[in-house]
């Protein structure tokens, strides 16, 4: 569901990826770019093999190894942008800005926490990252949808920048517009 509208005002600038930060529980997270290696894209999906299904959310991510490697086969190449945080040589989170398919100037957020790392500041620094990375990737729109009952998301995709732009359904539509649009 790409949203209907999205904003005019163009965000400040996020910090690109590589970024490195103490989270709240004091472990040392470094959030980076995906870059297609092996070790990465096993990383990511020994990350997504312990991921809880409680907080699955539309059916994402998948269940079981093999769904999770089509999946993500899928995202991590491509026009995707990808960034994953790091603890260590651990895949703590993962977010995503994926094409939509309706839209060739907008493309849609998604991001995952492992549960043990939920809660200590690192979304936040992972939505940030991967805005920057699509700001200088010149991406113009970025939206996602949210349960409107999930207040904690959508408190902090506020507090980053994103308006709603659809409430018509048990979900909230959210954008956010990156750089201006191109002009011919």
Same mark, same amino acid.
Do not use: C
């Given at each position: 569901?790409t949203p209907d509208?999205?904003p005019?005002t163009v965000?400040d600038?996020f910090? =690109?990826?590589?970024?490195t930060? #103490?989270? /709240? ?12 290696s ?9 990350m997504?093999e &312990? +991921?809880d299904?409680a ?5 994402i991510p998948?269940g079981g190894a093999?769904?999770i490697r /089509?999946w993500? =086969? ?6 995707c942008?990808n960034v994953? &945080?790091?603890?260590?040589d651990d895949v703590a989170?993962h ?5 939509a398919?309706?839209d060739?100037?907008? +493309?849609?957020?998604a991001?995952?926490?492992l ?9 936040t620094?992972l939505?940030e &990252?991967?805005?920057?990375?699509g700001?200088?990737? $010149? ?6 949808t ?7 998301a ?7 920048? +994103?308006e709603t732009a $659809?409430?018509?359904s048990?979900?909230?539509g959210m954008?956010? /517009?990156?750089?201006?649009?191109e #002009?011919e």
């Open positions: 569901m509208r999205f005019e965000a600038d910090p =690109s990826p590589p970024i930060f #103490t989270d /709240r529980n004091d472990r040392e997270i470094e959030v980076r770019a995906y870059d297609g092996e070790q990465e894209h096993d990383a990511l999906a020994t997504y &312990a +991921f299904p907080d699955r959310a539309q059916g998948p093999e769904e /089509r993500l =086969s899928t995202i991590l190449e491509g026009d942008y994953l &945080a790091w603890h260590g989170g977010a995503t800005l994926v094409p398919y309706d060739a100037e907008s +493309f849609e957020l991001i995952f926490v549960q043990e790392y939920q809660e200590a500041g690192i979304g620094r939505i &990252a991967l805005l920057g990375h700001q200088a990737a $010149d991406v113009e729109v970025v939206w996602l949210v349960e409107r009952w999930n207040h904690a959508v408190s902090l995709y506020e507090k980053i920048g +994103f $659809d409430a018509e048990f979900e909230l954008s956010l /517009r990156l750089n201006p649009p #002009t």
